[in-house]
């Protein structure tokens, strides 16, 4: 299994503000929802949104530029674009990590304007802004140096998604004070992440290198080949796997269905792509063998799915599948789950909580849950949780740290940053 590098962990540690229970003991500010912005900044997607807001603003963290443009779009402005054929991609981030610091600051300036979240006065407003785990201390440096010293933030948070996922879990179920574990699979990987007693360990932590852009290419690659060239055309084969695809809980058994004759197959699909005149999104129908051909017009195209649907997530089980040499996400629970104490494990493994946009697919929680019951001892309970939305599920565990009134003690103010550097958020700990 390759896990993350643990040779980073302790810098890591060592360098990363978030919301722990020792922060409790510093002074606190006062402060107001309305004066504090919750941004979770994800590799693929931005999660923004002020902290007495009722749902964040989501949109792509990266700019776009359809084939059909000669300008680019950065967030959320490609919804004022109709033609999304032929979609270029540029992320400032590679595997979770920011790589390109002008377009990745290009996309937060869009998301603090009066475009998006209207910041009026930097120097009375409050941030908490996400980083991956285990990032780079350069890069947690630069970071803080933009909030403090490029906007002017009056304090910043600076944590990580699985940290605030854990915390709202905490207010949703009081048992997971104990011991919990936070499956985190978004955009560019899979994080599996253990806290005790409101404590993330860190050294425990691990990821695999799969996640929704691991998943969305696999699919181009395979319908490519099989029927049409969509290679160029990720927006309309991710919005695809995003409507049509789904985790199977007897994998077996799909595969014996999806070998059936079309007109008694449950699993196929025809998936009519979008041509950007008289269909702008694409969608999922009944094939036409067991319809009809009354239901098709001749105008469509349209990609038949059959055990692409669930062959594609099944790479979050089985990364070895397209030659990536790591264990599946029940597995890693697992190992994550029996590095803790024997004292912690029984609470942790009742508190597994699937967060990412990945958690959305259809079947994903009972396919974890049934296999992760096979792996744990007999005597332990197992009980996955998915939330309502498991996408917003840590931007709403930022929100509810402001609003329970705990975000001021864990945060850094932008005095004691002028005083004190980087190093005032090892001592926010």
Request: net charge negative; aromatic share 8%.
């Amino acid at each position: 299994m390759a896990s993350i590098a643990i040779a980073q962990t302790q810098q890591a540690q060592a360098t990363t503000s978030a919301p722990s229970a020792a922060a409790a003991a510093a002074p606190a500010m006062q402060l107001e929802p309305t004066s504090v912005i919750v941004l979770d900044s994800g590799g693929g997607s931005i999660k923004a949104g002020w902290a007495h807001d009722s749902q964040p603003t989501i949109m792509g963290n990266c700019i776009t530029r359809p084939r059909s443009a000669r300008r680019t779009f950065v967030g959320n402005e490609l919804d004022q674009w109709g033609d999304l054929s032929g979609l270029y991609y540029g992320y400032p981030t590679q595997k979770g990590f920011i790589v390109n610091w002008e377009l990745q600051n290009k996309i937060w300036d869009h998301v603090l304007s009066s475009s998006v979240l209207e910041v009026n006065n930097f120097a009375e407003t409050s941030l908490v802004l996400t980083e991956p785990l285990f990032n780079f201390p350069a890069i947690q440096s630069a970071m803080r140096e933009v909030a403090f010293e490029e906007h002017g933030f009056q304090s910043l948070l600076h944590t990580t998604a699985p940290e605030l996922s854990a915390y709202q879990q905490r207010v949703d179920s009081p048992s997971a004070q104990e011991a919990q574990v936070v499956v985190d699979s978004g955009f560019s990987s899979t994080y599996v992440v253990p806290f005790v007693q409101g404590q993330m360990l860190p050294s425990c932590a691990t990821r695999i290198d799969v996640g929704g852009k691991v998943l969305t290419n696999y699919l181009k690659d395979v319908l490519s080949y099989r029927q049409i060239n969509l290679m160029e055309e990720t927006h309309v084969v991710n919005e695809m796997k995003e409507k049509a695809c789904y985790v199977a809980t007897d994998l077996q058994h799909e595969l014996e269905k999806a070998k059936q004759r079309p007109s008694s197959n449950t699993i196929s699909v025809d998936y009519v792509l979008p041509d950007y005149t008289t269909i702008m999104k694409g969608f999922v129908r009944a094939p036409v063998a067991r319809t009809g051909p009354a239901n098709m017009s001749s105008d469509e195209q349209l990609v038949k799915l059959n055990n692409e649907r669930f062959s594609v997530p099944e790479l979050l089980f089985h990364p070895s599948d397209v030659g990536i040499k790591q264990t599946g996400i029940p597995e890693l629970i697992g190992l994550v789950v029996e590095s803790l104490e024997e004292a912690a494990q029984y609470y942790a493994y009742q508190n597994v909580v699937l967060t990412g946009g990945n958690a959305r697919f259809s079947g994903f929680q009972a396919r974890i849950t049934n296999d992760l019951r096979a792996l744990a001892p007999s005597d332990m309970p197992v009980e996955c949780s998915l939330p309502t939305d498991p996408q917003i599920h840590a931007w709403r565990g930022g929100q509810s740290m402001v609003q329970r009134g705990d975000f001021a003690a864990a945060a850094v103010t932008r005095a004691k940053y002028a005083e004190y550097g980087d190093a005032a958020f090892s001592r926010s700990r």
